[in-house]
T-cell receptor
C-alpha cells in the first residue's frame, strides 16, 4: 500500500519570504498523481497544485511550485512571497495511476504553516 | 458549475445514538463520492467511496456505514455512535470519467462530537 509522509508537523515563515514543505511517498508504481491541498481555519480543503508522475516538468501555480523528484519519491511544495492568507494546514496526497485502485487518494498527516507578519 | 453541499456543519450526539450525515453534489453526473474523517491533529482517513448508485467500498471496518441512494447523494450513517467516532467528516467528489489527474473537491465538513 502506498504511504505519504510529511515529516514537518509545523513550519513558520516570515511574510514575503519563501518556504518549502516536504513530502515523501512510498510506492512501487511508475504511474501516479500527486497533489497538495490547503486547509485554512475554515476547514475547507482546497486544491493548491497537482503533478503527474509522467511529467518531468515541475508544476507551478502562481506563487506555488513543486520540486518533484521521482527517483527520490519526493514532492515538496514551495511557496514564494508568503502571504498571511497562506496560513493553513497543507496536505500532500497520492493517487495511483493504475486501472485499479485509482479511486483512492492517500493523504499525509499535514504540515501546519504559520505566517509571521 | 459544480457544487457540493454537506450538512450539518456541527453535530453533538450522545454515545449510542444514531448518526446520519448527508452530502449532495450539483452540476455533474455520475460523480465518484467519498467520505473522509479527520481526527484532531491527524491527516485524512478514507472511510468509504462510491463509483455509482448502490456501489459502496469500505476502507476501514468500523461501526459506520455509507449509502448512495441517488446518483448525487451520499450518506454516512451509524446505528450507535462511539466516543471514538468524534472527528471532522469531509465529503468529496471527483469526476466519474477516467481523468486521472482530476482532483477531489471537498465539502465544508461536519464536526461531530460524541459525548
Amino acid at each position: 500500500a502506498q504511504t505519504v509522509t510529511q515529516s514537518q508537523p509545523e513550519m513558520s515563515v516570515q511574510e514575503a519570504e519563501t518556504v518549502t514543505l516536504s513530502c515523501t511517498y512510498d510506492t512501487s508504481e511508475s504511474d501516479y498523481y500527486l497533489f497538495w491541498y490547503k486547509q485554512p481555519p475554515s476547514r475547507q480543503m482546497i486544491l493548491v497544485i497537482r503533478q503527474e508522475a509522467y511529467k518531468q516538468q515541475n508544476a507551478t501555480e502562481n506563487r506555488f511550485s513543486v520540486n518533484f523528484q521521482k527517483a527520490a519519491k519526493s514532492f515538496s511544495l514551495k511557496i514564494s512571497d508568503s502571504q498571511l492568507g497562506d496560513a493553513a494546514m497543507y496536505f500532500c496526497a497520492y493517487r495511483s495511476g493504475s486501472n485499479f485502485g485509482n479511486e483512492k487518494l492517500t493523504f499525509g498527516t499535514g504540515t501546519r504553516l504559520t505566517i509571521i507578519p | 458549475s459544480q457544487t457540493i453541499h454537506q450538512w450539518p456543519a456541527t453535530l453533538v450526539q450522545p454515545v449510542g445514538s444514531p448518526l446520519s450525515l448527508e452530502c449532495t453534489v450539483e452540476g455533474t453526473s455520475n460523480p465518484n463520492l467519498y467520505w473522509y474523517r479527520q481526527a484532531a491533529g491527524r491527516g485524512l482517513q478514507l472511510l468509504f467511496y462510491s463509483v455509482g448508485i448502490g456501489q459502496i467500498s469500505s476502507e476501514v471496518p468500523q461501526n459506520l456505514s455509507a449509502s448512495r441512494p441517488q446518483d448525487r447523494q451520499f450518506i454516512l450513517s451509524s446505528k450507535k455512535l462511539l466516543l471514538s467516532d468524534s472527528g471532522f467528516y469531509l465529503c468529496a467528489w471527483r469526476s466519474g470519467q477516467i481523468v486521472y489527474n482530476s482532483p477531489l473537491h471537498f465539502g465544508n465538513g461536519t464536526r461531530l462530537t460524541v459525548t
